[in-house]
Nanobody
Framework: VQLQASGGGLVQPGGSLRLSCAAS????????VGWFRQPPGKEREFVAV????????YYGDSVKGRFTIFRDNVKSSAYLEMNSLKPEDTAVYYC??????????????????WGLGTQVTVSS
């Protein structure tokens, strides 16, 4: 599976962006899809995941209530809708696919496939 993330950019605080993750090859139907981010000088952190078999959703505490993850298996794509953006959301955002379980979903090592990141900058 090859993944490509897009949709990043510069946005003012309080603004919105939608990130897209397009898959080629086997597609996304067989995988759970996660979004991670890496702020400048910091470790990669979990943002959200949507599971493959039941579409259950989980979010990192810092984005809960502001971000929404969803997928379209027909288009082999996943998305991250980001609202009420804050300067601390500034990071490179990555989409990933794999077969994590509940106890490993926040661990980037549970995901086998990664796309190149897309930069999100929140600044006035």
């Amino acid at each position: 599976v090859q993944l490509q993330a897009s949709g990043g950019g510069l946005v003012q605080p309080g603004g919105s962006l939608r990130l897209s993750c397009a898959a080629s090859g086997r597609g996304l139907r067989s995988y759970s899809v996660g979004w991670f981010r890496q702020p400048p000088g910091k470790e990669r952190e979990f943002v959200a995941v949507i599971f493959r078999n039941n579409n259950n959703l989980y979010y990192g505490d810092s984005v809960k209530g502001r971000f929404t993850i969803f997928r379209d298996n027909v288009k082999s794509s996943a998305y991250l809708e980001m609202n009420s953006l804050k300067p601390e959301d500034t990071a490179v955002y990555y989409c990933a696919a794999g077969t994590p379980i509940l106890t490993s979903m926040r661990d980037y090592r549970a995901y086998n496939y990664w796309g190149l990141g897309t930069q999100v900058t929140v600044s006035s």
